[in-house]
């Protein structure tokens, strides 16, 4: 079982850029997908992107702003966020799968979350 720790998550302005970093503890990452999710305020968790050992996905909607990336040596994945506008302001969740199918479900494990806040 993958432990996740995701940080990163601060108060920033519109148009800033920030990266979201997700720890892994207690197996290698070389094994997983992990994806992002986010759950704004009064609303559903959504998908964001995801990474897996032969791909990544990111959903339509942010597309050319967010970025995963990974660090097998560091055993961390990264989610870079640029040019951020307040309907970004969420709580970020990494999850891991054991497969690279079907990268937006299916996540066994998530992390606690960390708070991302855009002002305009």
């Known amino acids: 079982q993958v432990n996740l720790v995701e940080s990163g998550g601060r108060v920033v302005q519109a148009g800033d850029s920030l990266t979201l970093t997700c720890d892994a503890t207690g197996d290698t990452l070389r094994r997983y997908s992990i994806g992002w999710f986010r759950q704004a305020p009064g609303k559903d968790r959504e998908f964001v992107a995801a990474i897996s050992w032969i791909t990544t996905v990111c959903e339509d909607s942010a597309k050319g702003r967010f970025t995963p990336s990974r660090n097998n040596d560091k055993n961390t994945v990264h989610l870079q966020i640029n040019n951020v506008i307040p309907r970004d302001t969420a709580i970020y969740y990494c999850?891991?799968?054991?497969?690279?199918?079907?990268?937006?479900?299916?996540?066994?494990?998530w992390g606690q979350g960390t708070q991302v806040t855009v002002s305009s």
């Open positions: 999850a891991d799968k054991q497969n690279a199918y079907d990268l937006r479900s299916g996540y066994s494990y």
